[in-house]
Structures are given as C-alpha cells and as structure tokens.
Antibody, heavy 117, light 108 residues
Framework: EVQLVESGGGLVQPGRSLRLSCAAS????????MHWVRQAPGKGLEWVSG????????GYADSVKGRFTISRDNAKNSLYLQMNSLRAEDTALYYC??????????WGQGTLVTVSS | EIVLTQSPATLSLSPGERATLSCRASQSVSSYLAWYQQKPGQAPRLLIY???NRATGIPARFSGSGSGTDFTLTISSLEPEDFAVYYC??????????FGPGTKVDIK
C-alpha cells in the first residue's frame, strides 16, 4: 500500500525558513516523479513544485520560484521542500503527492505550515 | 502560464440527479487533464486522467470528456458520497501543473 507521510510543518515567523519532508513507502520510490501541492485554509489546491524520478527535471509555481527548493533522496525514499523567505500567504496545508499516469495518484495527509509573527 | 477556469463555482443538486462540471483552459492542453474529488478533511482523490480515463476503483457513474481547451466531468446519478469539491488539473507543461479553482457540488 502506498503511504506518504509529511512532516516538518509548524508555526514560523515571516522571513524565516522551514524544511518539509515526505517519507514514502509501499512503492519503488525512485521510479516515480513527486510533487508538493498546498491548500490555504478554506481555499483551493495550488500546485507548488514537482521533481522527476532522477531530479533531472524540476518545476516551480511562479508564487514560490526563487524561494522554495524541491529535492529528493532516493536512497532514503524521501522528498523534501526547503522553504525560505516565508510569507503570510504561504500559510497552507502542504501535501506530498506521488505521480502516476502523469498525475497525482496518491496523496499524503498533509503538514500544516503557518506563517505569522 | 496555463490558467484553468471551472464553472459553475457551486452546483446544487439532489441525489440521483446528473451533474455536469466544466473546466476550460486558457490554451490547449491536448488531453492532459485530470479531475480530482476532495471531501472535507480529506486529501484529494484522482478520479479521471487524460481527460476521459477513470482511475483505479472509480465508479462508472463518473465520466470525463473533452480535449484542447474545453473539458467536462459528468456524474450520471449523484450518490450521497459524491457531494464534494471537484478540481481539474492540467499537466501539458510537465513538470509544471496547474489546478482549477474548483466546483463545489452540494445538496439541494
């Protein structure tokens, strides 16, 4: 069974940094691209970033480009999101998602990031 | 950047009725479009991929159609568990994705 468990969220002041992690199990991690998707409280889904199986292709939403960095460690079956220069508008539930058939086929339960002074 | 718009924002229907949801792209995404369902407090679930293919375990009452810029998700006969928010998502410029703003299907 595919399992994705996010961690690393919390309360952080504007301008500070946070690193999210996603531990994957139940599938061959290095066969699949992965994504981060966020959802602000009461709002819709926003794609944040995606990374290919070998980290050779990476993409970011314009709203986070230059501030967030996605990475993965296939030896540890883990996905990461380094978030710098955080803003109030980055407050959201951050989901890790496995890509299959070209789309987000499996999702974690999310980790909440709150940016506030 | 490809922008997706969804209509209507809210659809109020009764169980057993047919639901028709629309998603429009600002430029052609070919057939690279998916639909997701999200219920309160839950992660999204993939329903339809590549415009018209049902994901594993998705009931036959869910169907998708369209290509280019105009897409439709149809729920042939609403079950009580189908009342939720539905999002479309495109992947034509992978690995960059875009989600639409969502359509809420609620009980009339």
């Amino acid at each position: 069974e595919v399992q994705l468990v996010e961690s690393g969220g919390g309360l952080v002041q504007p301008g500070r940094s946070l690193r999210l992690s996603c531990a994957a199990s139940g599938f061959t991690f290095d066969d699949y691209a992965m994504h981060w998707v966020r959802q602000a409280p009461g709002k819709g889904l926003e794609w944040v970033s995606g990374i290919s199986w070998n980290s050779g292709s990476i993409g970011y939403a314009d709203s986070v480009k230059g501030r967030f960095t996605i990475s993965r460690d296939n030896a540890k079956n883990s996905l990461y999101l380094q978030m710098n220069s955080l803003r109030a508008e980055d407050t959201a539930l951050y989901y890790c998602a496995k890509e299959s058939l070209g789309y987000c086929s499996h999702w974690g339960q999310g980790t909440l990031v709150t940016v506030s002074s | 950047e490809i922008v997706l718009t969804q209509s209507p924002a809210t659809l109020s229907l009764s169980p057993g009725e047919r639901a028709t949801l629309s998603c429009r792209a600002s430029q052609s995404v070919s057939s690279y479009l998916a639909w997701y369902q999200q219920k309160p407090g839950q992660a999204p679930r993939l329903l339809i991929y590549d415009a018209s293919n049902r994901a594993t375990g998705i009931p036959a009452r869910f169907s998708g159609s369209g290509s280019g810029t105009d897409f439709t998700l149809t729920i042939s006969s609403l079950e009580p568990e189908d009342f939720a928010v539905y999002y479309c998502q495109q992947r034509s410029n992978w690995p960059r994705f875009t989600f639409g703003p969502g359509t809420k299907v609620d009980i009339k």
